[in-house]
């Protein structure tokens, strides 16, 4: 499968309207940009693509990176920058659009995220959405797809794991998430070719946070960003515990100070990778 980096900004985005900060400038400068999240996963033996959220920057997305229309999606959580870009499939995709969300009832919401996209684009007749049952894997595009829930407070969201039952080739994605991932979804998660890892700001950015960090490890650095985002260390530390082989870093903020901002691993948008 070739996976390519849309969107690996947080919900403003790198450069941020309206921001002349060094990192923005920066961002300007060398030409990059991470907008809002959204990840093309093509599958190489069908011909096939899915499409993990579906960023407000969608018809930008297309248009700057090589990538096909998705012939199917899925929705990690109903924020803004995952799922606003849907009305975008109007008129651009192919007769049907299967997008697949979970079907447990958020407690906060009262609907599952399948429940609310399906309000929400009740309108769009050309897409369909598909109830999915969390830790059980769907054949969508000729790829096993598995939603597993992490830790987005006060919203359910759930990790995606995209496994090529052929190749044996396997992409994990956090989504938004504290570092507080269940075990079961750990397990799910565990041994992927690529992970794809929330990590908005750096630890030390904590201290401006209301709430500070939490989930510090044995040095006192907090894996978590509030409650409701991994930091860089939080992400790197998951990437260790997953024993990926490779980890990129996504959801970026532009709050990373400049001359840590385009360090390796954190991705910049059009990235892609085979495996
Ligand atoms: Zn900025
Ligand atoms: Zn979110
Ligand atoms: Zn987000």
Do not use: W
């Amino acid at each position: 499968m070739r996976v390519t980096l849309l969107g690996t900004g947080d919900t403003t985005g790198t450069p941020t309207v309206g921001c002349d900060c060094d990192t923005c400038r920066a961002a300007r400068d060398r030409g990059v940009q991470r907008s809002r999240f959204s990840v093309h996963v093509a599958n190489d033996r069908t011909g096939e693509s899915l499409l993990v959220d579906f960023s407000p920057d969608f018809r930008q997305q297309f248009l700057t990176h090589d990538v096909d229309v998705p012939d199917a999606g899925v929705v990690s959580h109903i924020h803004f920058d995952h799922l606003d870009g849907l009305g975008n499939a109007y008129r651009v995709v192919d007769d049907d659009l299967p997008v697949y969300a979970a079907d447990e009832t958020d407690p906060v919401t009262g609907e599952s995220v399948a429940d609310t996209v399906r309000s929400k684009y009740d309108y769009l007749d050309r897409v369909t959405v598909r109830d999915a049952t969390p830790h059980r894997a769907e054949r969508v595009c000729g790829l096993d797809v598995t939603l597993v829930p992490v830790d987005h407070p006060p919203l359910v969201c759930y990790g995606v794991v995209v496994e090529d039952p052929v190749t044996g080739a396997k992409l994990s994605l956090t989504g938004d998430t504290s570092y507080d991932v269940p075990e079961e979804s750990r397990a799910a998660l565990a041994d992927p070719d690529l992970l794809l890892a929330d990590a908005i700001v750096p630890a030390s950015l904590c201290e401006k946070h209301p709430l500070g960090g939490s989930h510090h490890d044995a040095d006192g650095v907090p894996r978590t960003f509030g409650t409701k985002h991994m930091t860089r260390e939080g992400a790197l530390s998951l990437a260790d515990d997953l024993d990926a082989a490779r980890a990129r870093l996504v959801h970026v903020a532009h709050f990373y100070p400049a001359d840590e901002a385009f360090d390796d691993p954190i991705a910049v948008d059009g990235e892609t990778y085979d495996l």
